[in-house]
């Protein structure tokens, strides 16, 4: 039954034993893969908040409930009990929500790739007095493509760095994903260039990567994503230039989504993001089911100097791996902080990729002229 408008926390000895882990938009795509994983591998209590009307099945029902309730419902944030463990899969969570939530002692992972979303939530929280953590860019775009960017950068003669990565169309995404990507494909999105922000918008710049050593590069457009927290630190912090390209399997997709761009078509795709993730979810699947990411480090005169390049399965399921890693580690206890942090507070490139290889054992990586740079 749909809670009220005016939800209320349940008593103290009504709650389960164990950690408690609550997923908001927890019945989409990445969401029921990543219960999964939680069910499996760890024993935390998981409680599902989602607007759809679901239930457990009959599945785990000591460990697994649902809740019904649209997250941007006032009050909403007492529902939750202060500090459970909280993963962020939609955005429409409300920055104020999760303001109140940190500010109760929650320790809150964000998953969105929005820039603009990643640092609404970040200035809500930025100064101001909380018990919990806000942990952007958990995931694997953001989140492990960025653990390879900053792994890049240590490189003596990176000053740049160029980020690729190739999503397989060979099922259907979510619906939230899909839309997301089609509204980020007809928008503006902040360049960071010879040290400063540029408006851009996606789709404007254009380069080949090579996902694999034994193909010939594939084309990847310019896109907007969250990470720009991790590469404002150390060792990356003194790069000169960071961006993101987005390809698609297979790749005539990519090439006609170019085309579409080079017409002027963004905003309509943006503003018919709803409505084009419904037609395209009526086509069967197409390319591969697989993820492939590259970190190319520049040098001074553009040229790479140095590479990573990871190829991995699902890209759910691979989400949905990074943020149990990340939840692995806070729930160990090792790492304990308040306000503001990054996955990169929490995992190693190393950590993430070993994590992959578990649950996805087609994972591998690839690294050349890594040379660290002198502390």
């Not at 017409?263 to 709803?274: S, V």
Request: neutral net charge; hydrophobic residues 45%.
């Amino acid at each position: 039954m749909p809670i009220p408008n005016e939800p209320q926390i349940a008593p103290k000895g009504q709650r389960r034993a164990g950690p408690e882990i609550w997923l908001i938009g927890g019945a989409g795509d990445v969401g029921s893969r990543l219960t999964s994983l939680l069910l499996d591998r760890t024993k935390a209590a998981i409680t599902i908040i989602s607007r759809s009307d679901r239930n457990s099945g009959g599945q785990n029902p000591d460990r697994l409930c649902f809740r019904t309730v649209d997250i941007r419902t006032k009050g909403a944030a007492r529902m939750i009990p202060p500090k459970a463990l909280v993963v962020n899969l939609t955005e429409a969570t409300p920055p104020e929500l999760v303001a109140e939530m940190v500010a109760n002692g929650c320790t809150f992972l964000e998953t969105s790739a929005s820039p603009a979303y990643v640092n609404a939530l970040r200035d809500g929280i930025r100064g101001r007095d909380v018990g919990g953590v806000l942990i952007t860019c958990v995931g694997m775009a953001p989140g492990l493509i960025d653990l390879m960017a900053e792994f890049i950068a240590r490189n003596e003669h990176v000053n740049a760095v160029d980020i690729g990565i190739e999503m397989g169309l060979g099922r259907h995404y979510g619906a939230a994903a899909t839309e997301w990507f089609l509204a980020t494909a007809g928008t503006n999105y902040s360049l960071f260039h010879n040290g400063s922000l540029v408006q851009t918008p996606a789709g404007a710049l254009q380069r080949l990567f090579v996902f694999d050593a034994s193909e010939s590069g594939r084309l990847a457009l310019g896109f907007g994503f969250a990470g720009r927290e991790i590469l404002t630190g150390k060792p990356a912090g003194a790069l000169s230039g960071r961006r993101y390209f987005v390809a698609i399997d297979p790749p005539l997709v990519t090439r006609s989504l170019s085309w579409a761009l080079s017409l002027g078509l963004g905003p309509w795709i943006a503003r018919n993001a709803q409505w084009l993730s419904r037609q395209l979810s009526r086509f069967p699947g197409i390319g591969q089911i697989r993820t492939r990411m590259i970190v190319e480090g520049l040098c001074d005169d553009g040229m790479p100097t140095a590479y990573a390049r990871v190829t991995t399965g699902d890209q759910a399921d691979a989400t949905a791996t990074m943020i149990l890693a990340t939840l692995n580690t806070i729930m160990s206890g090792n790492v304990s902080r308040v306000g503001l942090a990054t996955i990169i507070d929490y995992l190693t490139l190393a950590d993430s990729i070993a994590a992959l290889k578990e649950i996805l054992p087609e994972t591998r990586m690839d690294i050349s002229g890594i040379e660290t740079k002198a502390s």
